[in-house]
């Protein structure tokens, strides 16, 4: 990128305004994730794309599409437990976490791999294409998915679908707060 080289070339503090995530992430050594004339978030991109503050920073400052579901929390023993359509999950309990209510999952579409073998099936509804492989929507069990393919699919087209389940995030349904980023 020619504004890349020409910071490297001639080192000065450069302000840069942009709307498009993968521009900051490219240019900023570090980024201010802004919405509403608020500031919501300062740190490196690597950073705060691991760590949003909040589920708006995370949609915003994701590869792709995030999938979003509402679900009841729960503390039982050492860990919190929810449960998005069939699937049950649970994470140690930390201490800040609630020990129940309500809570939004997300998880970034890049988690949800399109094809190969699997128990869950998608039916595909959408095919967003992209030059690396194309952004894939469909249904599983009555809930609405996006998941990552790196080769062709169909509308139409039944697919397995892999869920890295590890990489989901929880957001307060109220504050939008996050609760719970994964590690790495």
Not at 20 to 40: I, K, N, Q, T, Y
Request: a neutral charge; one cysteine or more; proline letters at 8%.
């Amino acid at each position: 990128c020619k504004l890349r080289q020409w910071h490297k070339d001639h080192p000065a503090t450069v302000i840069s305004v942009t709307h498009d995530p993968r521009e900051a992430w490219a240019l900023g050594d570090r980024v201010a994730v802004m919405s509403g004339g608020r500031v919501l978030q300062v740190g490196p991109p690597g950073e705060i794309h691991r760590k949003p503050s909040i589920g708006f920073v995370a949609k915003f400052f994701a590869q792709g599409p995030m999938n979003y579901f509402s679900v009841q929390l729960r503390k039982e023993g050492n860990s919190l437990q929810w449960r998005a359509g069939r699937w049950p999950h649970a994470i140690p309990h930390q201490n800040g976490m609630p020990d129940k209510g309500e809570a939004v999952l997300g998880l970034r579409a890049e988690h949800v791999r399109i094809g190969g073998p699997s128990e869950l099936t998608m039916h595909v509804t959408l095919v967003e294409p992209t030059p690396q492989g194309c952004w894939v929507s469909g249904d599983i069990d009555g809930l609405p998915w996006t998941g990552w393919a790196e080769r062709t699919v169909s509308v139409g087209q039944k697919v397995g679908i892999m869920i890295d389940w590890t990489k989901a995030y929880l957001f307060d349904a109220e504050s939008d707060q996050t609760l719970y980023a994964p590690a790495g």
